[in-house]
C-alpha cells in the first residue's frame, strides 16, 4: 500500500502526518513504557529545576505536563522530550532576580510571561525558516556536547549516590573536591542501594533486552532500598526519598503583557530563546543520528515557540530540549513522539493519582537510574573515530567538550559551533590554486598538473581555482597572484581555468578586475577559460566583466588557447624550446636534438607539416 503524500504546509501544520504511520501495537506499547519511566523518574529533578529557576516546587512539575505534549505534537524529532532544565533555570533565575524577588507572585508571573515571550520569538524564527541552524552544527560538536553533559549528569548525582553532602550550584571541578574531601563520610546503605539500581538496570538490559531495564533498575533499587530500612531502620540508613509533592493540576494563567514588561524581559527573551533553541536542537540532532532520523529544524522551532506559548497559559516556566528527558526517552525504548505525549500525560496522572507513592522512591535510586543515563550518552566509537581524524575535527570535539564540563552547556555548544565556522570558512577562504598546461599524453590535450610535467610557457602562466571567491578569500587570492607575478614576471599574461568557481562577491571581483587592468597595463591580460553561466552572471552584476573585457572569457579551453597564443610575442615564442601548446608545435615546429648538420629549411618544414595533426 503506497503512503500519502500530504502536501507541505498540511504536514507543518499537522506534523502526525509525518510519523503517524510509524504507529503500530508495538510501538505504542515501546512508547507507553517509555513515558511512563521518564514520568516517574524527572519528578524529583522538576522539583529541584524549579527551586533553581527560584519557582515555587510544583511549578517544575508543571513544565513538565503541557509543554511536552505540545512540543511532541508539532515538532519533528520522534525522541526530543521537552520539560524544564538545569541551564534554563540558572538562566531564569540570573535574568529576573534583579527585578523581583525569587518565590513571590510578582517572580512567578514575570517567569510566565518570559515564558510566552521566548515562545513567540521561537515560533516567529521557524515560520520564518530559521531553522537552519542546525546545519551549522557538527557532528563533533553534538559528540562532545553529548560527552559533556553526560559528565556533568552523573557529577551532580554523587552526592546521592554515595550519601555525601555536596553543594549545590558548583562547577566541575567544586563538585569533584567537595566530593573528594566528603569520600570517606559515604554512606554505605545509600551506596548499596544506588549500585543495586545501576547494576540491574546494566544485567537487565544484557540478559532481558526486551524488558525495560531501567524500571527494573528503578525497582530494584526501591525494593533495596526497602529491605534496608526494614531490617536496620531509615534512622540508621538514612535513605532519604523524593518527599511529597503538590497534588494538584496546573492553574489557569494569563501571561502579564504590556510595553514596560516587554521593555523590561527583551534582552533576556533573547538570550533565553537563542539558548533554548541551540540547546534543543543540538539535543534532538544528537539523538537523531543515533535513531538515523533527519531533523528539522524550522519544525522544531515551531514546536518549542507552541509548547512554551501554551505552557504559560498553564503556570510553565520555560521549557526547552532536556538532555536528561530525551537521553531517558530513548534509552527506555521510545520509538514515535507518542512517548513524550504519555509522559505528560502520565506525569498529570502521577500528581493527581499516585503523588503519596512517588514520595517513596529512593533519591539513591534515581541517582543510579541517572548514571545509566550518563553512561549510555558516552558514545565511545564515535570519539576515537574523531579523535583518530584531522585537526579542526579534534579541535571542534575537544572545545565543545571542555566547554559542557567546565563552563555553561549553551556556550559550550555555541562555542563548538563558532568554531565550525571559522574553521569552515578558513578553510574556503583558501581556495585550490595548482598550474595548469595542456598534457600532450592525454586525450585531446586536457589540462594537467603543470608540474608534472616540468615545463612553463615564459609568456603565459595557466592556474586553476577551485572555490568560491568571496570577500574572506580576498587576501589569500591577492598574495597568490602577487607571489606568481613576483616568482615569473615574464609571464605578462595569466589564465585562470574557472570551471572550479561558482560564485564571485564584489571585492573578489575587484581583485580580479585590477589584476586584469594591471597586466592590460604590462602589455599582457587576464583571461578567464570554462566559466560557467553562474560565474558570468555574478561578474556581470558585479561590474567586473566589463573590466575585465568580455573578449577575455572564454567557454571552452581551445578557442582560449587559440585566442591568447594570437596576444603572445612571437619572438619569445620562436626562441623558446618548450612548445607546450599545439599552436606552438604548429607555428614553429617540435624541438629536436641539435644535429651535426642543421637540417634543411625543407627537412624542418616536413616536421612541421608532420606534427601539426594532433592535439
Known sequence: MSRKTYPLWQRRLLPIQNWKD????????????SGITVAIVVIPQAVAFASIAGMPPQYGLYAGMIPPIVAAFFGSSWHLMSGPTTAASIVLLTSLSTFAEPLTPEYVSLALTLTFMVGVIE???????????????????????????????????????????????????????????????????????ALATFLSGFISKKLWPRIPHLIVALL?????????????????????????????????????????????????????????????????????????????????????????????????????????????????????????????????????????????????????????????????PNIKHILHSTNSERAIFTLTFLGALFLDLEFAILAGILLSLILYLMRVSRPRIVSRLPNPNLPRRKFS???????????????????????GSVSYLMEELARIEKEHPEQKHLAIVAQGISFVDLAAGDVLALEAEK???????????????????????????????????????????????QKLDKSICKSCTTRV?????????????????????????????????GR
Not at 504507529?23 to 513504557?33: F, G, M, Q, S
Request: proline letters at 5%; aromatic letters at 10%.
Open 581 to 613: 601548446f599545439l599552436e606552438c608545435r604548429q607555428e614553429f615546429g617540435v624541438p629536436q636534438p641539435e644535429p651535426a648538420n642543421p637540417p634543411s629549411k625543407t627537412a624542418e618544414t616536413g616536421t612541421e607539416t608532420a606534427n601539426s595533426h
Open 123 to 193: 515560533l516567529t524564527l521557524g515560520l520564518a525558516r530559521m531553522g537552519t541552524i542546525v546545519n551549522f552544527i557538527s557532528h563533533s560538536v553534538v559528540v562532545g556536547f553529548t560527552t559533556g553533559a553526560a559528565i556533568l549528569i552523573a557529577s551532580k548525582q554523587l552526592k546521592n549516590f554515595f550519601g555525601v553532602p555536596i553543594p549545590r550550584g558548583g562547577h566541575l571541578f567544586d563538585t569533584l573536591e567537595h566530593f573528594w574531601h566528603q569520600l570517606p563520610n559515604t554512606n554505605g546503605f545509600i551506596l548499596t542501594t
Open 449 to 471: 598538473d603543470a608540474s608534472d610535467l616540468g615545463v612553463q610557457c615564459p609568456q603565459l602562466r595557466i592556474i586553476r581555482i577551485d572555490g568560491s571567491l568571496f570577500f
Open 519 to 565: 597586466r592590460r597595463a604590462r602589455g599582457g591580460g587576464l583571461y578567464l577559460i570554462n566559466v560557467k553561466r553562474d560565474l558570468w552572471n555574478s561578474l556581470d552584476e558585479i561590474g567586473a566583466l566589463d573590466r575585465i573585457d568580455p573578449a577575455h572569457v572564454f567557454q571552452g579551453k581551445s578557442a582560449a588557447i587559440h585566442a591568447i597564443y
Open 22 to 33: 510509524r504507529v503500530t501495537p508495538e510501538t505504542l506499547r515501546a512508547d507507553l513504557i
Open 220 to 380: 530494584v533499587g526501591s525494593f533495596t532500598s526497602l529491605g534496608l530500612n526494614y531490617f536496620f531502620g531509615q534512622d540508621v540508613t538514612h535513605i532519604s526519598m523524593v518527599g511529597a509533592i503538590p497534588q494538584t493540576l496546573p492553574p489557569l494563567t494569563v501571561p502579564h503583557i504590556d510595553l514596560d514588561t516587554i521593555k523590561q524581559l527583551a534582552p533576556a527573551a533573547v538570550a533565553m530563546t537563542l539558548f533554548a533553541l541551540t540547546e534543543a536542537v543540538s539535543i534532538g540532532r544528537a539523538i537523531g543520528i543515533r535513531s538515523g532520523q533527519m531533523i528539522d529544524g524550522n519544525q522544531e522551532f515551531i514546536g518549542q515557540g507552541l509548547s512554551n506559548i501554551a505552557g504559560s497559559f498553564f503556570s510553565a516556566y520555560v521549557a526547552t530540549g532536556s538532555f536528561n528527558r530525551t537521553s531517558l526517552n530513548y534509552q527506555a525504548g521510545a520509538k514515535t513522539p507518542m512517548s513524550a505525549m504519555f509522559a505528560g500525560f502520565f506525569e498529570i496522572f502521577i500528581v493527581l493519582a499516585i503523588a503519596p507513592l512517588v514520595a517513596y522512591l529512593p533519591n539513591a535510586a534515581m541517582a543510579g537510574i541517572l548514571f545509566i543515563v550518563a553512561w549510555g550518552l558516552i558514545d565511545i
